[in-house]
């Protein structure tokens, strides 16, 4: 069984920054492009925050978080990463790391994490 496992979240005021990591296990992270998606409270969809491509190269955001928030992964450790700044209170959701076939998507993804709760109060 694959197993992702999301961590880093938790409660910030709006304007802070967050960084949230996922460990993926080695051989998924070495040959699939990964990525963070959300949900949001009051949406029933996962949406699409950030993908980047196998071995780190292409790299796309949602429109609403670009500028903000930046995906990187730190490849002798197997972990991908999402570094949340200038963050606002509808960032607020729970956040789900993801690898293989990742897009903007959701459905697509093949591996998925728990989620790791982000709350941004005002």
């Known amino acids: 069984q694959v197993q992702l496992v999301e961590s880093g979240g938790g409660s910030v005021e709006a304007g802070g920054s967050l960084k949230l990591s996922c460990s993926i296990p080695?051989?998924?992270?070495?040959?699939?492009?990964m990525g963070w998606f959300r949900q949001v409270p009051g949406k029933k969809a996962v949406e699409w925050v950030a993908?980047?491509?196998?071995?780190?190269?292409?790299?796309s955001y949602r429109s609403s978080v670009e500028g903000r928030f930046t995906i990187s992964q730190e490849d002798a450790k197997n972990i991908l990463y999402l570094e949340m700044s200038s963050i606002e209170t509808n960032d607020t959701g729970v956040y789900y790391c993801?690898?293989?076939?990742?897009?903007?998507?959701?459905?697509?993804?093949?591996?998925w994490g728990q989620g790791t709760q982000v709350t941004v109060s005002s």
């Open positions: 993801a690898a293989c076939q990742v897009s903007a998507v959701p459905a697509a993804a093949k591996y």
């Open positions: 080695r051989d998924i992270f070495a040959r699939c492009g």
């Open positions: 993908v980047v491509s196998v071995g780190g190269g292409g790299k």
